[in-house]
């Protein structure tokens, strides 16, 4: 019996698509082609000059308060980002929260990431 592992080759989320510097935040709050709003969350997003889509998460503790729950919502758009990596563009993503989540459950906050990127996707 082999214990092989199968993997897809692009399923990691390196250091080159994120957004690291306040600039490049800056860039894309300040100049967004779109904002995507859903109940709870929004997305600026901006075309980029790198050859892939880049995400950013700005998740304040006024809006979340716990780190536990800001984790969370992280690895929640990480991972969808991860997933729907080959369908976007060459766009810089700026993931917000709109108002507390306390009230939402998983499932809830994974349809409402998803429905971000379906639009992503669909220009």
Known sequence: MSNTVSTTPNACFTKEQRLLTPIAFREVFNAPERKLHQAHLM???????????????AITKRKVPTAVMRNLIKRQIREQFRLKYSKLENKDIVFIVKKSIKDLSNKELKNEINNIFKKIEKT
């Open 43 to 57: 997305a600026f997003i901006r075309p980029n000059t790198n050859e892939q889509p880049r995400i950013g998460m």
